[in-house]
């Protein structure tokens, strides 16, 4: 009975020295973790973030070092901030970083990469524009490339990068505007806006879509481009056709001028050419040759044009009937009452 009473104390002694270990390595790490001040914790995001830029995460690096600034704003960790926002590509976030850690020279980390820090700058500063934003009304939201950055009025003009720029300014109580401008590098531009009121019809106008209704007696008529008057349907066939019969009449006069030329001097077949008495006569001849010319040419174009006279009118002709058979068709609708509104019942043509 004694021996079993002496192994159940030793039993509970082990217990309990396990106990206080257990204890005593919890409260220790407790104490260690309670010693780690804010500046550790900063330093040690500040390594991360070192780290995710070594390896090229920009992202995360940023993340890391905005934390460590939540912890210890100081300009080194700024800096930081700001080189991560020029990897990324946000040049105005990274420009006002960089020139508010530049602005504390007594910083040991500053003074050592002042000028490297300086270079970055500039070269921030070359992508980088000024927008002056104005509206007639205060407390309106500006949108620079979908991104809210400011509401009037201003306290002081934006910073952008030079490029295409989308300006958009948005509020209740007025109609939003968008614009889109191109703006130099290092340029200055202001743009102002006048602003619309929003009015009752024009919000319920802009909330739910225009609903035309039909009745079952009204018709569904397809646009149609308006009629040509009938009087210049047929005014260029006839100029054509008028022009090309003209044109056949001078062939006929060309003509007639050739036989006149070629029967100043008959044809001596022993000679094998023209007879001519004088000196008059055969210039009159020779003329000959020069209306056989232009009555081919008159004769052709005449014909030509004539053709196209015919043609273009027999076109219209087909034309107007056309026009005149679809006019004489009508299309009615039938409404339909549905659970999801209107439906309109297409006809057939009556």
Known sequence: MASWNSRSRSRRVAVACALCVLGAARLGAAQQAEALSPAA????????????????????????????????PTARVQG???????????????ERDLQQALAVR????????????QQALLGLQTRLATLDVRTDAPGVQVRINERV?????????????????IIEVSSERFVSQRRTIEIAPRA?????FTMVARSASSESAQSEPRREERTAASPIVAPQSPPQPRALRWMGPTIVGGVGAAVLVSSAVFAAL?????????YDEA????????????AAASAGPTWTTATNVTLVAGAALLLSGGAWLAINAASSRSNDQRSARRVWSAPIATNTGLLLMVGGAL
């Open 41 to 72: 914790q900063a330093e040690a995001c500040i390594e991360r973030g070192v780290a995710a830029r070594v390896r090229g995460d920009d992202d995360a690096a940023l993340v890391e070092f905005r934390r460590a600034f939540a912890l210890t």
């Open 149 to 165: 950055v400011a509401t009037t009025p201003l306290a002081q003009p934006l910073r952008v990068a030079a490029g295409t720029v």
């Open 271 to 282: 000679r094998m050419g023209l007879a001519c008495t004088t000196n008059e006569t055969f």
């Open 258 to 266: 050739r036989g006149v030329a070629l029967g100043q001097c008959p």
């Open 80 to 94: 930081q901030i700001a080189l991560a926002e020029q990897a990324l590509g946000q040049w105005s976030d990274a």
């Open 106 to 117: 007594s910083d040991p980390w500053i003074q050592r990469n002042e000028p490297a820090l």
């Open 188 to 192: 200055l531009s202001r743009e102002a």
